[in-house]
């Protein structure tokens, strides 16, 4: 009992899903259009072009009698003017050749008729066989579609039929041909008739405008269907790849189509501008949850440095110069002074820790830092900049410690032997940038190395606080050094992007906001270049 309406909803379920298609839609609309076009041209032309061919035909017709009836008037008026009296051999004459004038006009106009007096047939068409089955379907009784022709009371049947007054014309198929009959009279001479007119010669015209309309239509429909079936491939496919792979949560790779290439391209690079947003925002939501806890931390834990500070001072100043404590209280000021720094690398996480930006040209900075990190490795170092590089604003002990930091991560990851490329040049950005930092004019800053690289793995996290790929101690690092980087650079409002391949070496790419002018940096920078060459 609950499969019929199960059945029933799921057909409704799926008719109305159909309905919602987008090239459903299309063809049910152009179908509407063609059945209402189609509707309207049979009603307000075919109809009315039919009726005006049977009025003109059922015209002919009565004209047609008419000019019989006239012709046996002109005979008639003739005899009386003449003074011929009826029934005479001279009257009879001239109907005789009234008939054959009759006939002449008749094969004119190809008409046939059927003409009788009241005693025999005077006329007949060659309609012969077909004239008995007409009168059969004009009798009352049927008795005269027994009688063999020219019988009179065949011709009788079709002449009280067709020829008394204020009679209709009729339509036979007579030998399968249509026909149209038209009664008369010519009553000084007791003469009635039925005039034939073939009348395919008009149902052809009528049936050819017919098929022209059915085949137009056929057509309609047709190029109605092709057209759906175009719209379903052309454009509701490639928009069902693209909704199907976003609804995926993948990024749209449709070809085909120049316009839907360009959407699917767009929607791919409008994700991909996304998820960079995304995990940037989250990364950002990161380092503000952390830098929240590390800065309750660190100042905190300043303030027991602090008292440790005092109590190893104190305890130096109550000690001889020679007592054996003081290596150990030497040793305990060295790990705080580690402790120290740590902190001073947590604080970089927190807002209070405002930075002292100034117009500075990287390769002060720059060169001498990669040097002093490189020291004690056998890797090479090659520094490239652009003559008119514009000097950078930032905060030169922050922005060391990041250059420091990347260079050494590059030592390490090339095992203290490769070849480590670092270049600066000038970029504007514009809004259609694929960088998302606001338009203006950047220094860019590219550190290349040879080293072991990183899975796409890797490189999605390399930013999160405490992540590393290396043994944590005291010399590796902590797994903060990228962090501070990372946000270092972001409060210098630049941005900073990692290219890696497993095997192949890592890229970072910074960008630091320029400064305005660059006519006193440019010597400097030059000079500094042409140091750095010799």
């Avoid at 008419?66 to 029934?87: F, K, M, T, V, Y």
């Avoid at 049927?142 to 020219?150: D, K, M, V, Y």
């Amino acid at each position: 009992m609950n499969q019929r309406p199960r059945l029933l909803t799921r057909t409704v379920d799926h008719v109305r899903r159909w309905h919602g298609r987008l090239a459903c839609r299309y063809t049910l609309g152009n179908l509407l259009v063609v059945l209402a076009v189609g509707t309207g041209f049979y009603l307000l032309a075919l109809l009315p072009m039919s009726r005006f061919i049977e009025n003109c035909n059922t015209s002919q017709m009565a004209d047609a009698v008419d000019d019989i009836q006239r012709i046996c008037e002109q005979s008639h008026n003739e005899l009386l003017r003449a003074g011929i009296a009826p029934g005479s051999l001279d009257s009879t004459l001239k109907q005789v050749a009234t008939l054959s004038f009759i006939e002449d006009f008749l094969s004119a106009n190809r008409l046939h008729i059927l003409l009788i007096n009241s005693e025999q047939v005077l006329l007949q068409p060659a309609l012969v066989a077909g004239l008995a089955e007409a009168a059969n379907k004009l009798s009352t009784n049927g008795e005269a579609g027994a009688q063999a022709f020219p019988a009179a009371a065949q011709a009788r049947i079709l002449i009280q039929k067709l020829a008394a007054p204020h009679s209709y014309p009729e339509t036979m198929t007579i030998n399968g041909r249509e026909y149209h009959l038209q009664g008369g009279t010519f009553s000084p001479w007791g003469w009635q008739f039925v005039v034939f007119k073939d009348s395919s010669h008009f149902l052809n015209t009528i049936n050819q405008v017919l098929y022209a309309y059915f085949g137009t239509v056929i057509l309609l429909l047709f190029w109605v269907l092709f057209s759906g079936y175009f719209f379903r491939r052309q454009v509701e496919t490639p928009i069902n790849e693209m909704i199907s792979a976003l609804r995926e949560g993948k990024k749209p790779d449709y070809q085909g189509v120049d316009e839907f290439e360009f959407l699917s391209q767009r929607f791919a690079e409008f994700i991909g501008e996304q998820e960079v947003l995304h995990r940037r925002f989250f990364q950002q939501q990161k380092l503000e949850s952390i830098g929240v806890m590390a800065g309750g931390i660190a100042h905190d834990f300043n303030n027991l440095l602090a008292a440790l500070y005092g109590q190893i001072s104190l305890a130096e100043l109550s000690l001889p110069d020679d007592h054996p404590a003081r290596a150990h209280l030497s040793l305990a000021e060295g790990s705080a002074n580690r402790a120290r720094f740590l902190t001073r690398q947590l604080l970089t996480f927190t807002t209070g820790n405002h930075l002292q930006r100034r117009p500075m040209a990287v390769p002060q900075l720059l060169p001498e830092l990669a040097r002093f990190a490189l020291t004690g490795s056998r890797c090479e170092l090659q520094f490239r900049a652009e003559a008119n590089l514009w000097p950078a604003e930032l905060d030169p002990e922050h922005m060391g410690n990041v250059f420091h930091n990347l260079v050494l991560n590059a030592r390490d990851a090339m095992n203290d032997d490769g070849e480590l490329v670092i270049s600066c040049r000038n970029l504007e950005l514009s809004a259609e940038a694929d960088v998302s930092l606001p338009p203006g004019r950047y220094v860019q800053i590219v550190f290349r190395d040879n080293g072991c690289g990183m899975d796409p793995d890797v490189v999605s996290r390399i930013f999160d606080p405490y992540f590393s790929t290396k043994e944590k101690s005291s010399r590796k690092g902590t797994g903060l050094g990228l962090t501070i980087c990372y946000a270092v650079i972001n409060k210098h409002g630049g941005h900073i992007e990692v290219d890696s391949v497993k095997g192949q070496g890592t890229v970072f790419t910074l960008y630091l906001p320029a400064a305005e002018g660059n006519g006193a940096v440019t010597s400097q920078v030059m000079a500094e270049l042409q140091r750095w060459e010799r």
